[in-house]
């Protein structure tokens, strides 16, 4: 068992097809076939099963994930120990979120761990964020999702041991044109928002996910682009747009924008990582760090999943050695 072919392993787990498991691994289809055989002909046993829609996992390739991941960081760190280079965290973040809360997590980490070098990835696509969680591209994410479980809000992820911690509230607001026909009204029904325009970016965007969680289809979409083009046309008078509030709260206050009566549920600010890469260096400081910056409630960890998700909540003074993935 040789840790390249670990590597290819994972990237397979990750992608759930040797070809673009071998697009990432810049290697030839042929080869990552050959790397997966020969593992599981070392190790006696399947590891896949191959399917129409790609390759699952048997039993026995999920019991080796974690032992791959384990075995893979440990090479690492050996590898980092010998060269004497400095421990480096690779943290992804949606462009929305990377200006607004990144800042004050690396502050809380140039605190904790001077001596870690941090590497901040902004992306536009949350898929692409978990995606290169998954597959070990990227130590976290920070992104927007809601409620118990990962993808709450309304998206799929991926086939891999993910935990998330709740950093915070992001409260989301429904703004319009200071001339508006809704601006002036002192509460609005969602039958009232029916027929009107609503801009929005694509389908794949939080934002977009909200809106429709709370407006359904009875809602005119109107495509804009990112948060600055949906802000500047809702200012223009083209549409109504649903934001979050850090967003827009300098141009309601200015009068540019006016904030319409309708109560819209807030998202969370959510940290996203593997549960079976706890142990790396730096990592546990950067949930700690994250949860500091974010004044996170007084809670115990309270859910997970059976995939292997889970949720947290960090207590003010929490040593990280504390912390830990709750599984049912």
């Given at each position: 068992m040789e840790l390249r072919q670990l590597r290819t392993f994972e990237a397979v787990v990750a992608h759930r097809t040797v070809t673009d498991a071998a697009v990432v691994l810049d290697l030839a289809p042929s080869s990552v076939s050959e790397q997966i055989r020969t593992l599981e002909r070392d190790l006696g046993v399947a590891l896949f099963e191959r399917g129409p829609r790609g390759m699952r996992l048997t039993a026995a390739g999920e019991r080796l994930r974690g032992w791959a991941r384990s075995l893979l960081d440990q090479a690492d760190q050996a590898r980092r120990d010998v060269q004497e280079t400095r421990p480096v965290l690779r943290l992804g973040a949606l462009e929305t979120i990377a200006a607004v809360h990144v800042p004050a997590v690396l502050a809380r980490l140039a605190e904790r761990r001077p001596d870690l070098v941090v590497e901040v990835r902004s992306d536009g696509a949350r898929d692409r964020l978990m995606d290169a969680v998954a597959a070990a591209d990227l130590d976290a994410a920070l992104l927007l999702d809601t409620?118990?479980?990962?993808?709450?809000?309304?998206?799929?992820?991926?086939?891999?041991?993910?935990?998330?911690?709740?950093?915070?509230?992001?409260?989301?607001?429904?703004?319009?044109?200071?001339?508006?026909?809704?601006?002036?009204?002192?509460?609005?029904?969602?039958?009232?928002?029916?027929?009107?325009?609503?801009?929005?970016?694509?389908?794949?965007?939080?934002?977009?996910?909200?809106?429709?969680?709370?407006?359904?289809?009875?809602?005119?979409?109107?495509?804009?682009g990112g948060v600055p083009v949906m802000r500047a046309w809702a200012e223009r008078g083209l549409g109504m747009t649903l934001l979050p509030w850090f967003a827009v709260a300098d141009g309601v206050a200015a009068g540019a924008l006016a904030r319409l009566a309708f109560d819209v549920p807030g998202l969370s600010l959510r940290l996203v990582w593997r549960a079976d890469r706890e142990a790396l260096p730096g990592l546990r400081e950067m949930l700690y760090a994250s949860a500091a910056s974010e004044a996170a409630g007084l809670h115990r960890p309270i859910r997970g999943s059976p995939r292997g998700e889970g949720r947290w909540r960090i207590e003010p003074g929490l040593v990280p050695a504390r912390l830990k993935v709750s599984r049912r």
């Amino acid at each position: 068992m040789e840790l390249r072919q670990l590597r290819t392993f994972e990237a397979v787990v990750a992608h759930r097809t040797v070809t673009d498991a071998a697009v990432v691994l810049d290697l030839a289809p042929s080869s990552v076939s050959e790397q997966i055989r020969t593992l599981e002909r070392d190790l006696g046993v399947a590891l896949f099963e191959r399917g129409p829609r790609g390759m699952r996992l048997t039993a026995a390739g999920e019991r080796l994930r974690g032992w791959a991941r384990s075995l893979l960081d440990q090479a690492d760190q050996a590898r980092r120990d010998v060269q004497e280079t400095r421990p480096v965290l690779r943290l992804g973040a949606l462009e929305t979120i990377a200006a607004v809360h990144v800042p004050a997590v690396l502050a809380r980490l140039a605190e904790r761990r001077p001596d870690l070098v941090v590497e901040v990835r902004s992306d536009g696509a949350r898929d692409r964020l978990m995606d290169a969680v998954a597959a070990a591209d990227l130590d976290a994410a920070l992104l927007l999702d809601t409620g118990n479980d990962l993808g709450g809000l309304g998206f799929g992820a991926p086939a891999a041991p993910l935990a998330f911690l709740d950093l915070g509230p992001v409260p989301l607001a429904l703004v319009a044109a200071p001339d508006h026909p809704l601006a002036g009204a002192s509460r609005l029904r969602k039958e009232d928002l029916y027929g009107r325009r609503l801009l929005v970016n694509v389908p794949a965007c939080s934002f977009w996910l909200a809106g429709e969680r709370l407006l359904g289809d009875r809602v005119e979409r109107v495509r804009a682009g990112g948060v600055p083009v949906m802000r500047a046309w809702a200012e223009r008078g083209l549409g109504m747009t649903l934001l979050p509030w850090f967003a827009v709260a300098d141009g309601v206050a200015a009068g540019a924008l006016a904030r319409l009566a309708f109560d819209v549920p807030g998202l969370s600010l959510r940290l996203v990582w593997r549960a079976d890469r706890e142990a790396l260096p730096g990592l546990r400081e950067m949930l700690y760090a994250s949860a500091a910056s974010e004044a996170a409630g007084l809670h115990r960890p309270i859910r997970g999943s059976p995939r292997g998700e889970g949720r947290w909540r960090i207590e003010p003074g929490l040593v990280p050695a504390r912390l830990k993935v709750s599984r049912r």
